[in-house]
């Protein structure tokens, strides 16, 4: 089984920064894709962004040129670097991770989550 605990969420103003984290345990081979998902209240949840075992990494559109997501394999640990954020960036933040070895930014590819890490962004 993998667990997934996010955390660095907060309220912050529009244009500033925040690092989510996400430590994951369990069998690496379960989740050879890692991925950072997002929802607002009354929204589906979306990819924001994916990173393999081997280091590949995808954004979505939307957080482009923004949002990195990175990883510590040492660590065991997944990053989402979110710069200049944007108060349509508010959401409900979850880690995910799956077996499969192409990363897919659907939430429905996924089969284990962490419990998500509320992120704020004020004007």
């Known amino acids: 089984q993998v667990l997934l605990v996010e955390s660095g969420g907060g309220s912050v103003q529009a244009g500033t920064s925040l690092r989510l984290s996400c430590i994951a345990s369990?069998?690496?081979?379960?989740?050879?894709?890692m991925g950072w998902f997002r929802q607002a209240p009354g929204k589906e949840r979306e990819g924001v962004a994916t990173?393999?075992?081997?280091?590949?990494?995808n954004v979505a559109e939307s957080v482009k040129g923004r949002f990195t997501i990175s990883q510590d394999n040492a660590k065991n640990t997944m990053y989402l670097q979110m710069n200049s954020l944007k108060p349509y960036d508010a959401a409900m933040y979850y880690c995910?991770?799956?077996?499969?070895?192409?990363?897919?930014?659907?939430?429905?590819?996924?089969?284990?989550w962490g419990q998500g890490t509320q992120v704020s962004v004020s004007s």
């Open positions: 369990g069998p690496s081979y379960f989740r050879n894709c």
């Open positions: 995910a991770a799956d077996a499969r070895a192409s990363c897919l930014f659907l939430k429905d590819a996924y089969n284990y």
């Open positions: 990173i393999s075992v081997r280091g590949r990494a």
